[in-house]
């Protein structure tokens, strides 16, 4: 088998092996695993860093195509406080406002984002 650039470093293996190891329940086919998982999931990451580096190169009047490119590709989901004023916004559409849905939307708004 050929040997690809893009590999993972011996403290990385090292980390990885250390944490997964830890998990006294784990066979060596399940730490194997594991780790291929995690090598994966970091070779996945540094290509879309590479990706996003070389299309910022393209930014036009202040919007940013690598930016675009992550938030594409690793999309967040929203926060509970999001979810909730989303879901609360539903039900005011559909049955009114009321004093309740007012509470409860400010009571939300206060929070700080989690």
Known sequence: MTEHPMQ?????????????????????????????????????????????????SWNVEGWSYGESLRSARRPKPPNLKQQALEALDAIAHNNGTNEDEDAIRRALEALPDA
């Open 8 to 56: 993972p470093t011996e403290q990385q293996i090292r980390e990885w092996a250390r944490f997964y190891g830890a998990d006294l329940a784990s066979t060596p086919e399940d730490l194997w695993r594991r780790i291929a998982n995690s090598a994966y999931a970091a070779g996945a990451d540094a290509e879309l860093e590479a990706c996003v580096e070389w299309a910022s």
